[in-house]
Structure formats: C-alpha cells, structure tokens
C-alpha cells in the first residue's frame, strides 16, 4: 500500500500564495507521475497539475503561469506552489500518485487539504 500525506491548505486573500507539499510512503516500485487534483463544491475533481518521472509537467489552463508543480525524488515529495491565487481556486486539492508495478498501474490519493481564497 501507499499513503500520501498532504499539508499546507489555508486561508489566503485573493492575490496571495499557498504552498501545497505531499510525501509518499509505502510499498512503492515505481512511479508514473505524481500531481494535484481539485474539488470545489458541486463539481467534479479536475487535473490542477502533474508531474512526471522524467521531470515533464502538465498544467490545467486555468492556472498556468500562476501555479508551479516540483518533487524531491529522493523524499517521494510532491510541491505545488500556488501564487496569484483567485476565489475561483478555492476547493480541496488532493495529492495523486500514479503506480506501476509493471503488472498493472493504480491511482492512490491522499485525505485531500482545503484551499479558500478570499477577502
């Protein structure tokens, strides 16, 4: 099993920033990629941003240029750094984690941390 532990949710004002961090721990072989899902109220989870092994990102349009997804591979350690943040970002922000054993891939996600942007 893997668990991923999240933290660095809060409150902030529009315009501020928020730093997002979640490790993995467990029996982990290999991972595909590594990112951040949100969930506002009444809608469905979206991709925010995602990182793969080799080091190559992906970003939802909504937040390019204002959010920055890293890792620290040797602490199984994902960050997302969220600057120029709006109220339309609030939501909860879950960690994901892609596995392969090279049998078959999972999904495994951490307890999700809550994001609220506003004045």
């Known amino acids: 099993q893997v668990q991923l532990v999240e933290s660095g949710g809060g409150l902030v004002q529009p315009g501020g920033s928020l730093r997002l961090s979640c490790a993995a721990s467990g029996s982990i072989f290999s991972i595909i990629a590594m990112g951040w899902y949100r969930q506002a109220p009444g809608k469905q989870r979206e991709l925010v941003a995602q990182?793969?092994?080799?080091?190559?990102?992906n970003y939802a349009d909504s937040v390019k240029g204002r959010f920055t997804i890293s890792r620290d591979n040797a602490k199984r350690t994902v960050f997302l750094q969220m600057n120029s943040l709006k109220p339309e970002d609030t939501a909860v922000y879950y960690c994901n984690l892609r596995h392969t054993n090279w049998i078959k891939n999972d999904d495994y996600w951490g307890q999700g941390t809550q994001v609220t942007v506003s004045s």
């Open positions: 990182i793969y092994s080799r080091g190559s990102t």
